[in-house]
């Protein structure tokens, strides 16, 4: 067995048992060990992007993480956008990435880079193998690195770099190891801090794992006992929502939105959450969105066990174990006419099956998180650091760590050209993935930004930085090229027949949402 082979069988034996791959020369004794593992699933990418966006995925899902292939630091560098949104996301991702073989290294060939320096941003946990025989337990720590609870925004992403030598070299296996996440709990006394600062002019601000269904529930606990209002941030990881969990409010995105929504409030209490900032600096705009005068107070931090704080909060009040305020709306009507962001959310309301999954990171996409909310059971995994591109590869992470579940994949037609090889990863894994362009041939938050820093109309060139059209891409037949049927909707009719159409196909299916772009939000005076 060489270190290589000693590696993987490690890591299966602990657990981690998918590994989304893009390799090259450097890794092609990972890829014969994963060959020789069975209990290794390798899911080939073709892209970086892809292999980062789904391991994201997939931790968020299952709370335990995958590991990527990587080709030297070219290769992690390829993917470092969305090791950027999984480290705002905190999710658990093991990173295996090939290096030349040490006596290589000095003589400088063509791949040679500092590894470590480029993979340093977006890692909690960095290493460079020594050995093979040491290579197996190397990869044990980096697993226990990603299982480890940290702060924000460190993340929990741990990568390994792997000379080729290492894992030709002889391997050797280490002892079974027992490797859990253990969560910090909160002093009672914290709880009782808190619980003296809720009333109905405070705000209960939850993230984390305050997001899942038992989290909800115990936030709209403390709700219904003391007024206050439960609000998550504007791009939380992930969120259990629907009928019959207590619906938390999401922050919304330009600063002035969130003063207004915050207005009046005396004090915020954190739970998992970090307080409210705007997403980019403007001019005359503060860049901390806390009212003036409020105060602050953390319940718990997003690596705590916010579950157990929000419970033990709700019980420390005496609140009624069953809050007021349950989303319980029936589905929608289907939509007719004009086909806009607004209908296709009440489309997907409509007709979506429990407990999907669905991923967006486009603005459109965001427009259904609320209907959504209301009338169907699911879970939401939103763009959590704001690189576009996320979408597509996150909602492929997803479908392979909740086999048979639907999920759907809702993208702006400009993110959804960084990464879109997703598309031929989900036809070849023959995954149920909906995949949802809204297709406006613009990059409409930009025009909206221009507007927003209180330039005049673009001109020419300004506008050509922000316009699709010129060609405009056909994505069903993008789609098709690489295995993934489609249909192109322009009409709330058409969409919803494209809908069933996806819901009738067991694997991918793609429709093209032809619609306009948005307005601009009004400025505030």
């Known amino acids: 067995m060489n270190g290589g082979e000693s590696l993987i069988r490690a890591l299966a034996a602990h657990g981690v048992d998918t590994c989304f791959a893009n390799p090259g020369t450097s890794e092609m004794h990972m890829v014969q060990a994963i060959d020789a593992v069975d209990d290794m699933r390798a899911v080939l990418c073709l892209f970086e992007g892809i292999c980062s966006g789904a391991a ?72 460079t193998a020594r050995n093979s025989e040491g290579l197996a337990s190397d990869g044990l720590d980096a697993l226990c690195a990603a299982l480890t609870p940290t702060p924000e925004p460190t993340g929990s992403i741990a990568t390994l770099s792997i000379p080729a030598d290492c894992s030709w070299g002889p391997g050797h296996s280490p002892d079974q190891r027992e490797i859990k996440i253990v969560l910090n709990t909160i002093e009672e006394s914290v709880i009782a801090t808190c619980a003296g600062k809720l009333n109905d002019r405070s705000v209960l601000l939850v993230d984390g794992a305050g997001l899942s269904r038992a989290g909800a529930m115990a936030a709209g606990r403390i709700a219904t006992k ?35 929504t915050l207005a009046g409030v005396e004090h915020i209490v954190l739970a998992g959450a970090q307080p409210p900032v705007s997403f980019f600096a403007y001019e005359a705009s503060p860049s901390s969105l806390v009212p003036e005068g409020c105060g602050l107070t953390r319940l718990a931090n997003r690596h705590d066990d916010v579950i157990g704080a929000l419970q033990g909060l709700a019980d420390y009040l005496d609140a009624p174990m069953t809050p007021t305020g349950i989303a319980a709306s029936p589905r929608p009507e289907l939509p007719t006419g004009d086909l806009h962001a607004e ?112 330039m005049t109309e673009p001109g020419e060139s300004g506008s050509k930085m922000f316009d699709l059209s010129t060609p405009p891409i056909d994505w069903v037949a993008l789609a098709k090229g690489q295995g993934v049927p489609g249909l192109a909707a322009t009409t709330a009719e058409e969409f919803n027949h494209a809908l069933d159409q996806a819901l009738e196909t067991d694997g991918p299916f793609l429709i093209e949402a032809v619609t306009p772009a948005a307005a601009a939000p009004a400025l505030p005076r």
Not at 65 to 81: D, E, K, Q, S, V
Not at 367 to 385: C, K, N
Not at 408 to 424: C, E, K, R, S, V
Request: charged share 15%; hydrophobic share 40%; proline share 6%.
């Open 226 to 260: 003391t007024g206050c209002r439960v609000l998550t941030i504007t791009f939380p990881a992930k969120a259990e929502a629907g009928t019959g969990i207590f619906p938390i409010e999401r922050l919304p995105y330009f600063p002035y939105q969130v003063l207004e």
């Open 56 to 127: 994201d995925g997939y931790g968020r899902m299952r709370g335990v993480p995958a590991t990527t292939l990587l080709h030297l630091g070219a290769g992690f560098g390829n993917g470092i956008a969305n090791f950027h949104n999984a480290r705002r996301a905190g999710t658990p991702i093991v990173n295996l990435v090939g290096e030349h073989a040490r006596h290589h290294v000095p003589f400088d060939a063509p791949l040679t880079s500092d590894i470590e320096g480029v993979a340093r941003p977006v890692s909690s946990w960095l290493r």
């Open 343 to 454: 209908s296709i959310a009440r489309s997907l309301a409509a007709k979506i099956p429990e407990g999907s999954i669905v991923t967006n990171d486009s603005g459109g996409g965001g427009v259904a998180y609320p209907a959504l909310q209301y009338s169907v059971e699911h879970t939401f995994l939103f763009l959590t650091g704001g690189s576009i591109g996320q979408g597509g590869p996150v909602a492929v992470g997803a479908a392979v760590a909740a086999p048979g579940t639907r999920v759907f994949a809702l993208i702006g037609d400009g993110g959804a050209m960084y990464t879109n090889q997703f598309l031929w990863t989900a036809a070849r894994e023959n995954l149920p993935i909906t995949v949802v362009i809204y297709s406006n041939r613009t990059y409409n938050i930009l025009d909206f930004e221009y507007h927003r820093l209180g």
